[in-house]
């Protein structure tokens, strides 16, 4: 069945990096768009990258160009780099693989809208600190 697992997380200071990795099986990225997302304390879920194989990327306004996506086709895992951290970037960060067709209607609609068709991670902490 399809699995994920988000590791990387941790403390980091205003303006300082991590890398986040989602190692994944299961499923294949021909079949499956990755997406990135992240959930503050009482807040709802938000959508930040999705990668597809067939559709390209997307990234929000909240990170695009301070995070990137990326994968290892070998280690079946993907990647969020996470740059010039801020203190609104602390959440959860969770990985999730959402079928193709969901994934191309998030990058090309620009909005995300849970599926139960969606695969989740269990998340990694992320705190940026002041």
């Known amino acids: 069945e399809v699995q994920l697992v988000e590791s990387g997380g941790g403390l980091v200071q205003t303006g300082g990096s991590l890398r986040l990795s989602c190692t994944t099986s299961g499923f294949s990225f021909d079949d499956f768009a990755i997406g990135w997302f992240r959930q503050a304390p009482g807040k709802e879920r938000e959508g930040l990258s999705c990668l597809s194989s067939r559709d390209g990327t997307y990234y929000s306004d909240s990170v695009k160009g301070r995070f990137t996506v990326s994968k290892d086709n070998a280690k079946n895992t993907f990647y969020l780099q996470m740059n010039n951290l801020k203190p609104e970037d602390t959440g959860v960060y969770y990985c999730?693989?959402?079928?193709?067709?969901?994934?191309?209607?998030?990058?090309?609609?620009?909005?995300?809208?849970?599926?139960?068709?969606?695969?989740w991670g269990q998340g990694t902490q992320v705190t940026v600190s002041t």
């Open positions: 999730a693989a959402l079928p193709s067709v969901h994934g191309a209607e998030w990058i090309y609609g620009g909005i995300y809208h849970p599926d139960e068709s969606d695969f």
